[in-house]
């Protein structure tokens, strides 16, 4: 459709940004609905360079525990899936139970979770990441093994997997697909900025489109609008538009507010006692070829009776930046992570991040173990490199066998639903700041979780943990190596009054009858899990809400 016609056009539904949700909106809701005109708005453009406006005017309060917004998002067709990791993961129960330590902050509920649950498999199908199944004892070829020997489920357990993605890049992936939809219209290039003051019947008809490059405007009209431009892309366009909520007597006081992500990092190993070679420390794979891979959960009844929040625990890797690990491969690996651009190459700044730890470290220590432990220095990497890259499903990451059966254990857990964790507008009503810091409570649970796990490890007679640091030094350490920014949900909550958050259960803004959220904004919890598999499948029952 050209540009004039287009500014003609009423569409049926305007999507705002095309990430994995407004990519799986656009193609679920386009396809079973052949005689509705759809129109599919993203800011970035092909050939456009990482620089960009929107970028450029987020202000990151604490760049300690948040990454810089380059690291956190992309722009263009796919957003940010262009750099995401492809891990893929459930939401558990109790995500959606309240604790008193979530302090009335769980405003979705059971119901929703298992009614969003019957999407998960066409979710499944987007994201290529083989059958949904996230319980190895629910698939036969694993049930009857352990994550090592002795290791017995009760309180924690180990059958939980996450999933991978090719990983998919959604842009790349359903290009072709977006093209030959004839209903479907495509503006890249283009900043959704005003929307119009709602009508006596709370409806809004229309949004002003900025051009990216020569800021022209332009206004497209719409039946209904869905906000898809990632968590603090959407959360700032509804901060700078408040007259949508015109209906209501205030701006729905949640907005912008309870911002979460995931702590991360490692405090301690596990040493466990059985056969090393019965550890599964690395990737299982599935008859399909897809990739999974167990992790340490804790049950929700346990999280909880404790009142503690739900996390994750996996074996890793020791340190690739201590050479202590003493591995020529790891050394070597790090060493090609450090390096200027390749490293760029390698893995986008946020994964290589989390392994390099930003330093660099002990090089002549790291060129030693190399020498020590040639041919294998070179062999592994190669192997790995040619896993990783050079196939069309990659290998998601490396894990190292261990002859001692040592692994070290990381953790990536659920932080509180805190008020003062928060998105806002600058003075000038246009920047984003971003405020964000890690709470004693997100801090102690997963001091104490490390202690239920070396607790029930030894109890199995299945191995124990070895912390890396003294007990009274943990919370500080864990606030020093916590870096998240990439995992963003809370800020546009779903609840079930505007009062306690800004969407309601169908995704729709209180306060408008046409205007829709669909991104991990919408989260009142974040859980263990990585947010866009599940916000897959809100994607798609949002496109079939809107049918
Ligand atoms: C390095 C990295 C690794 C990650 N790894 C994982 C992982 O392994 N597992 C996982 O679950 N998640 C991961 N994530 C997070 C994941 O990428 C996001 O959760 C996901 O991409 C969100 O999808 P979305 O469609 O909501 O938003 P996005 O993917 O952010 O897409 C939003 C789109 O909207 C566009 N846009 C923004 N503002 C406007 C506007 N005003 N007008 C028009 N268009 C606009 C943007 O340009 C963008 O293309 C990772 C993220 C990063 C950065």
Redesign the pocket.
Known sequence: MNLKDMLRTNFDLCI????????IIALEYTRSNPDKQILL????YPGQKSKNT?DDSIQVQNIVNHHNPY???????????I???????MYDEVDFIDRPSISGGCTWDINLFNEVKTYIPQTAVYFECGDPIFNLNDIPKFKDKKIAENFKEGIITDSSVERWSM?TR?GQRYEKELANCPNLTLLQG????DFAVPDENNYISSLV?RNVIDKRLLEVKAKNFIL????Q??T??LLRNTQLFNSLDNVPPALGKYYQGHLSGKIASVNFYGNPKKTEYGFLRNLDGTYIRRRFQFASKYLVENDLLNTAIWLDNPLYYNPKHKSGAMSFMYLAMITPILGKKLA????AYALTKGKVKGIHKHVWNIIKDLPESFVKPAAIFYKRYCVKRKLPGVFLFSPKNSYALHFHSEQIPYAENRMELGPDNESLIIHYKLTDTDVNSVIKLHDTLDKWLRACNCGKLQYWFEKDELPDVIKQISKDG???SGTTRIADSPTQGVVDRDLKLWGTKNVFV???SVFPTSGQ?????F?GAFAIRLANYLK
């Open positions: 705002v940004g095309s990430g994995p949700a407004g990519i708005i993203e800011y970035g929107l690291e956190c998002t992309n722009k263009g067709l796919g957003g940010s899936s750099s995401w990791g492809g891990r893929c993961v990983p959604f283009y900043e959704a900025r489109l898809a431009a990632g968590a892309e959407t700032r366009i986008p700044p946020a994964i990439i995992h963003q669909c991104s991990s899990a990585n947010p866009t598999f916000l």
